[in-house]
T-cell receptor
Framework: DVKVTQSSRYLVKRTGEKVFLECVQD?????MFWYRQDPGLGLRLIYF???????EKGDIPEGYSVSREKKERFSLILESASTNQTSMYLC?????????????FGQGTRLTVV | AQSVTQLDSQVPVFEEAPVELRCNYS??????LFWYVQYPNQGLQLLLK??????LVKGINGFEAEFNKSQTSFHLRKPSVHISDTAEYFC?????????????FGQGTILTVHP
């Protein structure tokens, strides 16, 4: 069964802390994504990566960075957490090839910054 | 760039009644269309997708959607809902080509099925 695994379901961090959210996929997918989910706003793309060490900004990259050193792993980094980054974070992966454009999602990490 | 509008933020319905969740999109290029479902405290699961071909698409759990290019809509329907269909539903679009499968989501529709 295909799987996208996020390292934590719930996290509580203090303002100013550096926060790492980890995501691993076992489908050999080229593309990986980080979305942020807020009530009434749906999911918004933070960053994505289409290959190892390659990354591109999404719609709301401010305050975030990412790292992709291995194909299966994509990390989201909050350099200095702030309370307005309290949210649900969802990782996803997909393949390059047409006809297989479904994105598979992890269970999500609910981050609270206090 | 693409955008997606889900016309209803909440839809209450009684069990065994039919339901339609509405989705409109805008795009300057051809798109792929998706409906995802999210049960409480879980990630998103694909219900169905439209890539090309027949405009009526059938998905899991008895859901179907119809792609209407002239009205730029992709409404989700189910003829008879169950309590277990209570969840949040997201419509999403993706452009082909070099978009790398990036999805643009609507705001979500919370479907609540009452007994």
């Amino acid at each position: 069964d295909v799987k996208v695994t996020q390292s934590s379901r719930y996290l509580v961090k203090r303002t100013g802390e550096k926060v790492f959210l980890e995501c691993v996929q076992d489908m050999d997918h080229e593309n990986m994504f980080w979305y942020r989910q807020d009530p009434g706003l749906g999911l918004r793309l933070i960053y994505f990566s289409y290959d190892v060490k390659m990354k591109e900004k999404g719609d709301i990259p401010e305050g975030y960075s990412v790292s992709r050193e291995k194909k299966e792993r994509f990390s989201l980094i909050l350099e200095s957490a702030s309370t307005n980054q309290t949210s649900m974070y969802l990782c996803a992966s997909s393949s390059h090839f047409r006809g297989n454009t479904e994105a598979f999602f992890g269970q999500g990490t609910r981050l609270t910054v206090v | 760039a693409q955008s997606v509008t889900q016309l209803d933020s909440q839809v209450p319905v009684f069990e065994e009644a039919p339901v339609e969740l509405r989705c409109n999109y805008s795009s300057s290029v051809s798109v792929y269309l998706f409906w995802y479902v999210q049960y409480p405290n879980q990630g998103l699961q694909l219900l169905l997708k439209y890539l090309s071909g027949s405009t009526l698409v059938k998905g899991i759990n008895g859901f179907e959607a119809e792609f209407n290019k002239s009205q730029t809509s992709f409404h989700l329907r189910k003829p008879s809902v169950h309590i277990s269909d209570t969840a949040e539903y997201f419509c999403a679009v993706s452009a082909g080509g070099t978009s790398y499968g990036k999805l643009t989501f609507g705001q979500g529709t919370i479907l609540t099925v009452h007994p």
